[in-house]
């Protein structure tokens, strides 16, 4: 897997969108989570009690109907009728007697509509207020009537009744039958007749007068088939009264409450079942007044975050400023700076650890930068030193091996090629001394070479042979001097020592990129591989190649040296590499 190279800045940016910002986002979205949670507990809780205190107002209601329509036992002329009215149908001098009675029981509350009193014969004893009309037994819903004889003398509200044309007065055009089994007291409190009561239905509206009931949300109050008996906002969920809501919306919730969408908006649900009447008291609150009330909780929220966001990112930039940009600037710096080639360091202002490891720094540039100029000192004293040394090698061996070639020569009778000899050894000894410069021309180095080849050949007449393959362009280009006579000083006496005669010396010399090669190859014996080893880098009986060696890598660097390829009993192939001179 690919390691991931990040800045101290970008790294610093993870650090605080995960330490930071994600862990703040999440801490404000929990907290306006549990500020909805509370609101809306808070809310479950007010409507539960609001919908208890409806419902028992609901009660409270039917219980003042029941108080009212119990005064038709303190009138004994009423009773004596509706006894009347068990056995036979009543007379009409009968109900013209009773009715002065009838009509003054019902006229202390506007909202009652009509009042009858239904004999079990089937007569009526009837008033209303102008507008409704009468009522007979035939005309009571059968549901109703059973619903009535079931509560055994307690009052009961049947569905409600909508009228097409408006009334005059009250102005709702909607009311609901009250109805109540009478029963005889004197015979056995056996069923005498029905009270119904004709209620319109803007009475039910001081049920939440008292109740604090939120006005963003709708109130129903339905039987137990689902008919919408009295709302209020009920518009705002697409009802009407009269109207039978579905289950799936006006179901009794599993929990306190249920979460339902109506109309493309979502609404809480809240339920109270309305004691022995069997009625459903609900609640519809819409989602949005939820949010709404707690706008105000989450525009605090988002000030604390946007505040301590500004916060954090404030602390960002001092800590870029102080810490990341002063640690950039000292990485780039470090990276700059070239020991070999010291260069000032431009100042940094920071006072204080950072500044201290910058300051640390800059005398430990300057420290090195010394130690790397004395360095640089001694290695060119240490490679003057190695030339001297291949010069000191050179000069009194190579001199005592000629002089006693010469001394051969004279005694064996070949005296006419001491001039030419001597001639030569003058050239290497005028070249030897001159101490003005250490490098000279590949072309000088030639002459100075093969005055050197020549005496050996003195020495050993048939053993070897040396071709020269110099091109011209290459002959003014500068090398060290005596950069050749140890190699070809190993190929004649170590790669030669088994031979009496056929060597052949090969010295190539050309240019590659700015750079001087020179290779001499032989068909001597070869070399082993320790032996290649031991000639570049110990000190052996090949000291000239190693003094060479040491004193070019000293001298221009470990990518210049000497290089052996050898295979024993074929030959040797020396490559000598230099940079390129004029």
Same mark, same amino acid.
């Given at each position: 897997m690919k390691k991931l190279n990040l800045s101290l800045r970008k790294q610093l940016v993870i650090i605080f969108i995960f330490a930071a910002f994600i862990p703040m986002t /999440?801490?404000?979205?929990?907290l306006y989570k549990s500020q909805y949670t509370r609101t809306l507990e808070k809310e479950l809780s007010t409507q539960s009690q609001i919908l208890k205190l409806a419902a028992s107002n609901i009660l409270q209601k039917v219980s003042y109907?029941?108080?009212?329509?119990?005064?038709?036992y303190y009138n004994d002329e009423i009773l004596r009728c509706l006894e009347n009215g068990v056995t036979r149908p009543l007379t009409w001098q009968e109900k013209q007697q009773v009715q002065p009675a009838v009509d003054s029981m019902m006229r202390t509350d506007e909202m009652i509509l009509s009042f009858s009193l239904l004999t079990v014969s089937g007569d009526t004893l009837f008033w209303n207020d102008g507008y409704s009309g009468v009522l007979s037994s035939n005309?009571?819903?059968?549901? /109703?009537?059973k619903k009535i004889y079931e509560y055994n003398g307690q009052g009961v509200l049947s569905d409600p009744i909508t009228y097409t044309k408006r009334r005059r007065y009250p102005s709702s055009s909607t009311s609901i039958y009250y109805g109540r089994l009478l029963r005889s007291v004197e015979r056995s409190f056996r069923p005498i007749g029905l009270l119904i009561m004709e209620i319109d239905i803007s009475t039910f509206e001081d049920i939440i007068t008292s109740t604090g009931f939120n006005t963003d949300a709708a109130l129903l109050l339905t039987t137990q088939n689902g008919t919408l008996v009295w709302g209020y906002q009920e518009e705002l969920i697409n009802f009407q009264i009269g109207d039978v809501i579905p289950k799936e919306i006006a179901g009794r919730p599993e929990n306190k409450f249920s979460a339902l969408r109506i109309g493309g908006s979502d609404y809480y649900c809240f339920y109270s079942e309305v004691g022995t009447l069997e009625y459903g008291c609900y609640s519809f609150l819409p989602a949005s007044a939820i949010q709404e009330s707690v706008q105000s909780v989450s525009l605090f929220i988002f000030l604390i975050f946007m505040v301590n966001f500004v916060c954090l990112v404030l602390v960002f930039m001092m800590f870029t400023w102080k810490i990341i940009t002063p640690v950039r600037a000292l990485s780039v710096i470090m990276k700059d700076q070239d020991f070999m080639h010291y260069h000032p360091v431009p100042p940094l202002t920071a006072h204080n650890e950072i500044g201290n490891l910058f300051y640390a720094f800059h005398e430990m540039s300057q420290r090195t930068f010394t130690l790397v100029e004395q360095l640089k000192e001694l290695s060119k004293k240490e490679a003057s030193q190695q030339l001297a040394l291949l010069h000191a090698q050179l000069n009194p061996h190579f001199l005592y091996n000629t002089l006693d070639a010469i001394s051969w020569m004279s005694q064996n009778g070949?005296?006419?090629?001491?001039?030419d000899t001597v001639s030569a050894l003058s050239n290497i000894l005028r070249y030897s001394i001159i101490r003005n410069t250490d490098f000279v021309t590949i072309s000088d180095e030639l002459f100075w070479?093969?005055?050197?080849?020549?005496?050996q050949k003195i020495r050993f007449p048939d053993l070897f042979t040396v071709d020269y393959n110099v091109p011209q362009e290459a002959r003014n280009c500068k090398i060290p001097r005596f950069i050749l006579q140890p190699f070809i000083e190993n190929s004649i006496l170590h790669g030669f020592s088994e031979k009496s005669s056929g060597g052949r010396i090969i010295l190539k010399i050309f240019l590659r990129e700015k750079r001087i090669f020179i290779t001499v190859t032989d068909n001597g014996k070869g070399m082993s591989k320790s032996s290649i080893y031991s000639a570049l880098y110990r000190e052996t009986n090949h000291i000239g190649i190693y003094n060479t060696n040491e004193y070019i890598r000293k001298k221009f660097g470990s990518s210049f040296g000497v290089y052996i390829e050898s295979k024993q009993n074929q030959g040797t192939t020396v490559t000598v590499c230099l940079p390129f001179q004029k």
């Open positions: /999440f801490a404000a979205a929990l109907f029941n108080r009212l329509t119990a005064s038709v005309m009571i819903e059968p549901d /109703f009537l070949h005296s006419e090629k001491i001039p070479l093969k005055n050197y080849v020549y005496i």
